[in-house]
Structure formats: structure tokens, C-alpha cells
């Protein structure tokens, strides 16, 4: 590198500097000061006292709304990691073979994923309506008192709401899978087929592990998804009666009518603290080989 | 793999057939593929269905019967009713100078730290990247405080503050997407050859010169998939609106849903309609830019 000259520099600080200054001022600077506000009891435009750990406390034994969240965002989890993403997989996994059609097949599954969530909402919330949807005409069940409400019944909204869910997110686990198997050297499974592996085989232990770099961004991408899970519950009812999650009772707690903006807080630092585990360990996956030179 | 592979349209390449195909798997594949695709678009062809039948057909004979007869009607009268064009417009105020500033800043910061060798580098992409996967509702209340504390001169916005102005809703997505961008933008600067860049330098020509001319017009497939991704994540948001905004006529049209839902009142055929008006212009990217959308979305993963 040439020594720069004093407007070069300039220029570079510039660059550089004015990014940052806006990354900080609007994402970090809030996400850390929402550390501080969550020891306070800080509510709509009164002064603001130090309280300690009581909004946690407060969170865990009394606040009926903060442990189905909990348990909700981890459903969440575990349909996108058990459903989702393995039908993604299985649309790619199929899609890839050369299979007549492949392009109209792709474009059907990949619609979703260009709609809105809100959008997404309002289409389903047609599909399940008690009496007019698609679904209980379909499965006759339009009649007084044997009307399934799918939406509105707390026993099964979350996975009616789920089912909108993994409708968007198998499309797009498809489109990443898709990208890494058109990587995969067509000679390894030749190699594999010539010594009689079968189909299963040949995926497991051939296509597989080749595929690990998207493994992890798909992994990365489910977890994250499904703790930023918002739209679709607050769309639906505001994330209430059977969808509540984290996101959409911090959410509430702040916009709400009582601005409880310090409790909103506490609520988000744990939102944060969750999050911090998938986020940490897609940066030291992806950025550890550019440390050594 | 390079990122510089996932740009060139998908080769139809002969893949190698997984196994002996026997045409019993076939059947099988397709039979399932079929029947997903139908479960697929089910939901999209009903509410198109909808949409195109008059009320005093569905009122008469109920939404799940053969059509009398199909009409545009219901579009004509969502999109007045609706207001649609006015909610439409603010989405575009505030989607386009949004995807600018964010390609433009993010550019920037992707040059600074691919094309030179910074002690900082690997920090600034952490920072930009980390922040991009918080969820929003991380930072939401320090940051509904900032917007309430912020004024702004009336020709900026009306409200005299950050809070409830499209200015504030234009920041705060570029200040979100600029992550991402910077992490694709900066992997994909790394793969041009240096040697293009360092004749420049010799011949003596300024930073500025060198990211400007030489190094942006490399990036063109990139800006361009990337400007692709952006537009559509920006008008499909909905949730900064819901945060930052107070008044509903300010509303970005995919949040303004959740008015028209009231608006529509329980005339399901109207709210059907509106939903495909407002799906018009992600179906138009679907359609025309789908490769640029999907190696936008790949570009960022497939990175090895």
C-alpha cells in the first residue's frame, strides 16, 4: 500500500466513518442503552428511576404473557428446524435432479418468499376464515357449531399461524439449497454411484457435508427468523390470545397504551441476549479464516 | 465456491442422476412435487378467485361455489376505497431513497474494507454485520425514544420530529439493511483482482477515482441483484412503520394493510382484491428480476 495523501485519507475516514456513525447511532447505540433502560422503570415521558433487576423479576413470576412467548418462540424453532427447513431441503434435493418441469416447480415454491408477511397474513386469514375459507369448506366444517376457528381458537392459532410460516420459509430454504447443490462436483456422486451407493447414501454421506457452508447460513437464517417472528402474529389478532412471542409483547409494552418503556426493555435484553448466540457463531464460522493472513 | 460463480444464469447442467433412477421414484417425485405445488398456490389462487367475484354473487351462493360470472369491479373499487395510489406513493418515497443511500453507504464501507488492508477491517464488518441480525425489537425502545427526541425542520417532515415522518422511516431501514449489503457487497469486492486496482493507483489516481470509477462498475451484477433484494425487503416491510409511525395516512402501503382491513369493512371480496393490488409490484419483481432477487439472496449465503 502507497502512502496515502492527506485528502485520500480524508476521503477514506469519510467512507468509512459516516456509515459507521449511522450504523452506531441507530442499531448499537439503542441496542446497548436498551441494556441500561431495562434496570429502569422508565414509562412514557416521566422521569426515570433505577430500579435494578425488578422489570426481570417482574418478567418471570408475575407477567403471564412473558413464558408462553418463550415456549411460542421455541415452537417456532423447533417447526422451522423439523418441518420447514427439511421440506425446503427435499423441494431442492428433488429440483435438482433435472426433473421435467424444475423451473414451474421452483417459481410455485418460491412465490411466498416475494409477498410481504403482512400480505401473507391477510391471504391466510381468506383461506381460514370460519365460514367463507377455503379450508373448512373444503373439510366441511362451514356449519353452526362445528365451525373450526383457526385463527381465533388460542388451542390451535399458533399452528395455523405456523403453517403460513413454514409456507415462506420452505421456499426460501429451497432457492439457498438450490445455490449450494449447483456446487457440489457432479464427479463425487459419480464416484459414489459407481461404488452402489443408493439414493440416501449418496445424500447423506456424499452430498451432504459438501453442502456444510449453507448448513450453517440455513441454520443461522432459521434460528434468527424465528426469534424475529412478528408480522404474521400481529397481523393476525397483535400478537395476543395464543400468539404471543417475544417480539410482539416488547412490541406491545412500548407502543402500547402504557408506553412501559423501561419494562419493554428488559424484555428485549433478553430477546438480545437469545439472539446473541446464533449471531456469534455465524461471525466466528464465517470471518474465522480471514483472521489468518 | 466463489461468490463470483453464483452470478452466471443457473447452467442446465447434466447432473448426474442420484442412484439408478428407477421410474417408480420418478412417479414418486412428481406425484409429491405435484401435490405440494397445489397446496403451494392454493392460498394465491383463492384470494385471486375471490377477488374477481362479484358480492352479490358470493353473498348469494357463498364463496366456496362454481362463478356466475367474474369481474374487475372489486380491484376498481379497492383501489378507490383504499386510497391505494396515496399509500402507494409513500412506499416509493420512502423504498427509493432508502435502496440508494443504503447501496451508496454500504458500497463505501464494502470498499474501505476489501479493497484495502485496515488493521479495523474485520471489527467494521462484525459491527455492520451483527447488526443486521438483531431483531428489531432489540433496540426498539431506546430507539422510539431517539426518534421522540429528534427534531426536524417542517420541509423534512410535518410532525417536527424523527418520530411519525418518512424521513425517520427511510433512516432507520438504511441504518438495518446497510449490514447486510456491507457483508455481500464487501465478500464480492474481495474476488476482483487487485492488480486492476493498483494500476490505478500508480498511474496516480485518488481513492475516490479508484471506488468510483473503477471499482463500482465492477460491481454491477452485484448492485444490481442487490438493488433487487433491497427494493422488495424495504416496501414488504412492516414493522418500522408500526413503531415509528403514528399517523395512519403516512402509512407504507404494506402496513397500511392493516387499516384497510377496517376500511373493507367484512367484505372479504374488496380485502381480496386489495391484496393482489398490493402484491403487484413484488409479482412484477418475481417475474422480471427473480434471477437478480435469488442471486441477491444466494450471493449472501453461498459464500464459502
Known sequence: MRRLTRRDSVVLGLMLGIPLLIDLAFIWGPAIASVFLSFTNAQGARAVAWIGGENYHFMATVDYEFWPAVRHNLLWLGVFIVIATPLGMLFAVLLNNNIKGTRIYQSIFFLPVMLSLALIGIIWQLMYSPDNGLINNIIGKTGQGNQIDWLGDPHINLWAVLVEATWRQAGYVMVLYLAGLKAVDPSLQEAASLDGANAWQMFWRVVFPTLRPINIVILVVTVIESLRAFDLVYITNGGTNGLELLSAIITQQILGAGNKIGYGSAIGVVLLVISLVPIVYFLTVQFRKEKQP | ?304
Open chain 2, 1 to 304: 465456491m466463489t461468490a463470483a460463480t453464483d452470478r452466471a444464469p443457473a447452467p442446465a447442467t447434466e447432473v448426474v442422476h442420484v442412484g439408478r433412477p428407477r421410474a417408480k421414484r420418478r412417479v414418486g417425485s412428481y406425484v409429491f412435487l405435484t401435490l405440494a405445488a397445489i397446496f403451494w398456490i392454493a392460498p394465491v389462487l383463492w384470494t385471486l378467485y375471490t377477488a374477481l367475484r362479484p358480492v352479490s354473487d358470493t353473498d348469494a351462493h357463498g364463496y366456496f361455489s362454481w362463478p356466475r360470472m367474474l369481474t374487475l369491479e372489486n380491484f376498481i373499487n379497492a383501489w378507490n376505497q383504499g386510497d391505494i395510489i396515496h399509500y402507494f406513493l409513500n412506499s416509493v418515497y420512502i423504498t427509493v431513497p432508502a435502496v440508494l443511500i443504503t447501496l451508496f453507504l454500504s458500497t463505501c464501507v464494502a470498499y474501505v474494507v476489501s479493497r484495502w488492508s485496515f488493521k479495523f477491517n474485520l471489527v467494521m464488518l462484525l459491527i455492520f454485520t451483527a447488526g443486521n441480525l438483531l431483531p428489531q425489537q432489540v433496540f426498539l425502545a431506546p430507539l422510539f425514544k431517539v426518534y421522540l427526541a429528534i427534531s426536524l425542520p417542517d420541509w423534512l417532515s410535518d410532525s417536527g420530529k424523527l418520530y411519525d415522518s418518512l424521513f425517520g422511516l427511510v433512516a432507520i431501514n438504511v441504518s438495518f439493511q446497510m449490514g447486510f449489503c456491507v457483508f455481500v457487497l464487501s465478500n464480492f469486492m474481495k474476488t476482483i483482482p487487485h492488480e486492476i486496482t493498483e494500476a490505478a493507483l500508480v498511474d496516480g489516481a485518488s481513492v475516490w477515482t479508484q471506488y468510483w470509477k473503477l471499482t463500482l462498475p465492477l460491481c454491477r451484477p452485484a448492485l444490481a441483484a442487490m438493488a433487487t433484494l433491497l427494493t422488495t425487503w424495504i416496501y414488504n416491510d412492516f414493522f418500522w412503520a408500526v413503531a415509528l409511525i403514528s399517523t395512519g395516512s403516512k402509512y407504507p402501503i404494506t402496513t397500511a394493510i392493516l387499516n384497510l382491513k377496517g376500511t373493507y369493512a367484512v367484505n372479504n371480496n374488496l380485502l381480496a382484491a386489495g391484496a393482489m393490488i398490493i402484491a403487484i409490484p413484488t409479482l412484477a419483481v418475481y417475474f422480471a428480476l427473480q434471477r437478480q432477487f435469488i442471486s441477491g439472496l444466494t450471493l449472501g449465503s453461498t459464500k464459502a
